[in-house]
């Protein structure tokens, strides 16, 4: 019993550390950066680098938004098209 006890906490602590590494969390925190345009070019560019796990795993490390801010923008600026 005590077993499945356990591997019902790993699974449910897995689960909520992979829902704060969610690409909804991500994108509720880049909507939410002052003067964000959803839909501009800059909010779509980071769409698409926040899909990947690794990216986004690193934006959410950031220790506030200001640094995410600014990592995002690199980001986009070394990943241009």
Not at 16 to 24: G, H, M, T, V
Not at 55 to 72: I, K
Request: no cysteine; hydrophobic share 40%.
């Amino acid at each position: 019993m005590e077993r499945i006890a356990d591997a019902i906490e790993s699974r449910n602590s897995t689960e909520s550390r992979e829902s704060s590494f969610s690409i909804k969390n991500a994108m509720t925190i880049v909507q939410n950066f002052p003067g964000m345009i959803v839909g501009n070019d800059l909010w779509w560019k980071m769409s698409d680098l926040l899909v990947k796990q690794s990216m986004r795993e690193m934006f959410l490390a950031q220790e506030d938004a200001e640094l995410q801010l600014q990592w995002l923008e690199k980001k986009t600026m070394l990943h241009r098209d």
